[in-house]
């Protein structure tokens, strides 16, 4: 099958740059919306795309795996909310005075942000290792089948959790703060999850263009053929599974601390299927592209939901058409704008 | 576990793994032949209970209804079969998956505008409300012990369709090697339309048959479908008597698993089996494609 990532681009100085140019352009146009907010005085885009770079966090991890490793999983919305629940589930402990009692161990509730998201993290590493290892060794089809399963898996497990709620949810209503500096406000609470989707893409390109991120795009174009030079896929994208597994997680911590609430709605499968479809709008191709995809689907749900109470009913079309007709993603665009200025600078 | 609630909760869970057959058959077969991830499998089950909702008491009469449901769930999904999905057969799983996801949200909110936002009812008819007396002692409720009972005639028709025909000859042609089949001048789009068809028409059965037990509103496929998923995958997949047993299987697990365990477990149970049986065997019990 013809492969449309396998169009090169022309060779041309400054590519480094071209090719993260957008990438640069959404964070600059992301850093801007605060101050215009608050100049319009209408705070409420302000929490829209904080959902945006929360989303777009999780979408980029998720494409480590889906448009660089080429498996496409279906559990990443449990990655996320389970990462919430972890925080939401220490502030809620804090709140009563209690402790969390699991495996005989007994933790104290905390709404130090800086305990409980690495505490996040470190339990989606364990879950993503241990759901990863199974799914791993499936492949195609096996592969989206038991991520779906083990989504659903979690989702059940946050349902049946009722002291924290059950199918309502919880809400985080504890003080939070970072080891004693109270949240700030909307606007600094943004700005922190603004450098988390700095660091995360730095990461993420780091990660790219490292051994291992060539090793990782090589099995999706070619397992057989990166076998037969002597590589083991099995270590490698279990890795990566864990790697992108931890990012969306911190994705999922800070959605949650964002909305104050966490419920199991946040980790149904279909939820897991828009960080996809999210991935894939912005371009796959790209470390950038779910960010852009990002920012562009929580405008689109904002228009059509304006628009009419049958919003969903629209954003099913446009899922459909932008795949039949876009597969590359809006990064496709970008793309080609830059191939048409390397061919003019040559001819 | 005293034996009688042994004995009922052994039914229930047969009643449910025949469902799930009924779910599972279209889903494993579309996949088999045409390599088509069909995430919208469960709107068919959906589409099949609104629609028998409004038939039912159109008609006045159950039967009637229910024949009417099933027919048109299959035209709706041979119609989404010719008209979208025909053109995307040779494209990647991830594209499958983001355009079915995309036909969920339109069936859904379709369902929501048709029918609004409040779940609709789907009666039992008078003759099938009661109780039937299996053993002395033992009474279980005749429409369930009905639906039962249709599901595996339903599967046995199948089964046969499927092993004793030509065309059901060239269904196991195309589900188990399809450039063969092709190549042998097995018309393998015709057969995959009617494949479709019919793999939507039991969807649909399976949601009007379950329309009066759980409540007929939008979203009612996905935990079904997902469960199918389970089937067809433990099952190994585009394997037809492989969704058989694995149906039973989760069926019969899953029934057994919220009754006795916590209901944290118990809905998670069933996960775990498939977990088990794949890091087994990573293709399935009986794979198609071995």
Same mark, same amino acid.
């Given at each position: 099958m013809h492969d449309p990532r396998s169009i090169k681009l022309p060779a041309m100085p400054g590519r480094f740059v071209l090719d993260r140019l957008p990438a640069f352009i959404i964070v600059g146009l992301l850093a801007l919306v605060p101050p215009v907010c608050l100049a319009l005085e209408d705070p409420f885009f302000i929490r829209v795309f904080m959902r945006a770079i929360n989303l777009g966090i999780a979408a980029a991890a998720l494409n480590l795996?889906? $448009?660089? $490793?080429g498996l496409v999983s279906l559990m990443h919305a449990a990655f996320m909310g389970i990462a919430g629940y972890v925080v939401g589930v220490l502030a809620h402990h804090e709140l009563n005075g209690d402790a969390l009692n699991i495996a005989g161990l007994s933790i104290p509730g905390t709404g130090n942000l800086l305990v409980s998201i690495p505490l996040a993290l470190v339990v989606v590493a364990v879950l993503s290792l241990v759901t990863g290892a199974i799914c791993v060794r499936t492949k195609g089809i096996y592969f989206i089948m038991i991520t779906l399963a083990f989504n659903q898996m979690l989702y059940y497990l946050a349902v049946a959790a009722e002291p924290y709620g059950g199918q309502d949810g919880l809400q985080l209503l504890s003080d939070l703060h970072f080891g004693g500096v109270p949240l700030p406000a909307q606007v600094g609470f943004f700005y922190i999850c603004l450098a988390a989707l700095v660091v995360v893409l730095v990461l993420l390109d780091l990660i790219v263009k490292s051994r291992f991120g060539m090793v990782l795009i090589a099995l999706r174009q070619n397992e057989t053929r990166a076998a037969a030079l002597g590589v083991n896929a099995y270590p490698y994208q279990l890795a990566a599974f864990v790697i992108s597994g931890v990012l969306a997680g911190l994705g999922g911590a800070l959605f949650a601390v964002g909305q104050k609430f966490v419920s199991p709605a946040d980790l149904a499968w279909l939820r897991s299927g828009d960080l996809a479809i999210i991935a894939v709008l912005g371009g796959?191709?790209?470390?950038w592209g779910p960010i852009l995809g990002a920012v562009v689907w929580v405008m689109l749900e904002l228009v059509f939901s304006a628009w009419t109470i049958h919003w969903l009913l629209l954003i099913g079309v446009f899922i459909i058409l932008v795949t039949l007709f876009l597969n590359e993603g809006l990064a496709e665009l970008w793309k080609r704008l830059i191939f048409a200025i390397g061919r003019r600078n040559r001819g | 576990m005293g034996i009688v609630l042994a004995l009922e909760q052994t039914l229930n869970g047969i009643q449910l793994g025949v469902m799930l057959f009924l779910m599972a058959a279209g889903l494993t077969l579309v996949f088999g032949i045409m390599n088509l991830v069909n995430l919208a499998h469960g709107s068919f089950y959906m589409v099949g209970a609104f629609v028998a909702s409004t038939f039912v008491v159109m008609t006045g009469d159950f039967i009637a209804g229910v024949v009417i449901a099933v027919v048109i769930t299959g035209l709706v999904a041979v119609a989404i079969e010719l008209g979208l999905l025909r053109f995307i057969y040779t494209r990647t799983h991830l594209d499958h998956v983001m355009i079915t996801i995309g036909l969920i949200f339109i069936f859904d909110e379709m369902t929501r505008i048709i029918w609004g936002v409040v779940p609709v009812s789907l009666p039992i008819p008078k003759y099938l409300s009661g109780f039937v007396e299996l053993l002395p002692g033992v009474r279980y409720p005749t429409y369930r012990l009905t639906v039962l009972i249709v599901g595996i005639m339903v599967a046995l028709a199948l089964y046969l369709a499927i092993s004793h025909t030509r065309v059901g000859m060239w269904v196991r042609a195309g589900a188990s090697d399809r450039p063969m089949a092709l190549a042998l001048g097995v018309n393998v789009p015709k057969v995959f339309s009617i494949v479709f068809a019919v793999g939507g028409a039991l969807a649909g059965l399976a949601g009007i048959m379950a329309g009066p037990i759980v409540a007929v509103q939008v979203g009612m496929g996905e935990p079904v479908l997902v469960l199918a998923l389970v089937v067809m995958v433990i099952g190994g997949v585009g394997s037809f008597r492989g969704a058989f047993i694995a149906a039973l299987m989760v069926g019969i697990v899953d029934t057994f698993g919220r009754v006795l365990l916590p209901p944290a477990i118990g809905s998670m149970v069933i996960f775990i089996f498939m977990a088990a049986v794949l890091a087994w065997r990573p293709t399935g019990l009986f794979s198609a494609h071995a």
């Open positions: 795996i889906l $448009g660089f $490793g796959i191709a790209m470390v | -």
